[in-house]
């Protein structure tokens, strides 16, 4: 049979087209990491909706997940070897800054964290000489040292009383403590059980001066691995945008991988600015990124926490997150 020019064409590249469907597909190469999230809707969103959409499995990684209360024991849990990546609030980033951790990408700017106080007292003056609960090292922490600053107060002007969340949400509502620095969904736990709670400060007061973006992180023994991290943060950036685009159905999604119910993680949901993967892309390419941790990292300075941290240049992994 005799073929034109253009029938040629069309034969050959059915042939090829059927030669390739027939041929085995090279698979690619799966990565195990050990992943840590905490258990609200901003700390286990992106593990969630990774897990839902099998993100995992299309960036090539098999992700074994772990739940903690906070973003220090978290980094302790690098340290020991027992984790790989790890999700830290603002408050934490003091770790990174002292060169405990490499931040490997923006998580949410978020606006959950409160400094709330028992009825009838009015601003933060009033804490003045109270037990106020404070889990240390935490965004809560960072929010209330900041809080006082503004009222021209220090951190030795209340009693502040170290504690772990949920360990702050009985003592709140039994009346133990006069005051906290807490975040959501912790706060609308407590308002449910104590009536004319007071929320006496916020993230929002201090936009856009400061911003306070919670974060994704490695060890120092995974952080020389850059094609593991560009999969890691493959996951984090389809789920970033999963979420922006599905708010609705991400908090089903996260309420249904914590097996509780949605209203508090709906809650908690419209508390912080979601910018995309595009976008943190350019905001890390312009230095923004690296101008929110420069700046978190000063105020820990200033608040004693670290004595000379680290510019951002040095912990956050930026070059591979712009990729």
């Given amino acids: 049979m005799h073929l034109t020019k253009r029938n040629f064409i069309a034969a050959a590249f059915a042939i090829t087209a059927s030669a390739a469907l ?3 597909a090279v698979a690619q190469e799966t990565d195990q990491i050990r992943m840590g999230y905490i258990a609200d809707y901003f700390g286990t969103s992106i593990a969630a909706i990774a897990s839902d959409q099998e993100l995992w499995e299309k960036h090539g990684l098999e992700a074994e997940l772990k739940v903690f ?4 024991i978290q980094v302790q849990a690098l340290n020991a070897g027992s984790l790989d990546f790890a999700y830290i609030g603002p408050g934490a980033l ?3 800054a002292s060169g405990q951790a490499k931040v490997i990408a923006v998580n949410a700017l978020g606006y ?3 400094v709330i106080a028992q009825p009838g007292i009015k601003g933060i003056e009033g804490l003045k000489g109270r037990k106020v609960g404070v889990p240390e090292g935490t965004s809560g922490d960072m929010l209330l040292r900041l809080a006082l600053e503004k009222a021209g107060m220090k951190m030795d002007d209340v009693q502040a009383v170290k504690m772990d969340p949920s360990t702050i949400v009985t003592a709140f509502a039994s009346g133990q403590i006069d005051g906290a620095g807490i975040w959501y969904p912790f706060v609308d736990v407590i308002a449910k059980r104590v009536e004319g709670l007071q929320e006496l400060a916020s993230n929002e007061d201090f936009f ?8 994704f992180i490695v060890s120092d023994d995974m952080a020389g691995n850059a094609d593991v991290i560009r999969k890691v943060n493959a996951v984090i950036k389809e789920a970033t945008d999963f979420r922006r685009a599905n708010p609705e159905q991400s908090v089903k999604i996260t309420a249904d991988f914590l097996n ?8 908690e949901s419209k508390l912080a600015k979601l910018p995309s993967s595009a976008e943190l892309e350019v905001l890390t390419r312009e230095g923004k990124v690296s101008n929110w941790f420069d700046t978190l990292a000063g105020l820990y300075q200033t608040f004693g926490k670290i004595e000379s941290p680290l510019p951002a240049s040095d912990f956050y992994l930026g070059d591979l997150y712009a990729d």
């Fill in 208 to 215: 856009p001066d400061i911003a306070f973006p919670s974060s």
């Fill in 94 to 96: 003091w770790l990174p």
């Fill in 260 to 267: 509780v119910p949605m209203e508090p993680l709906l809650a």
């Fill in 69 to 72: 209360t906070n973003g220090p």
């Fill in 112 to 114: 959950t964290d409160r």
């Fill in 22 to 24: 027939a041929a085995p």
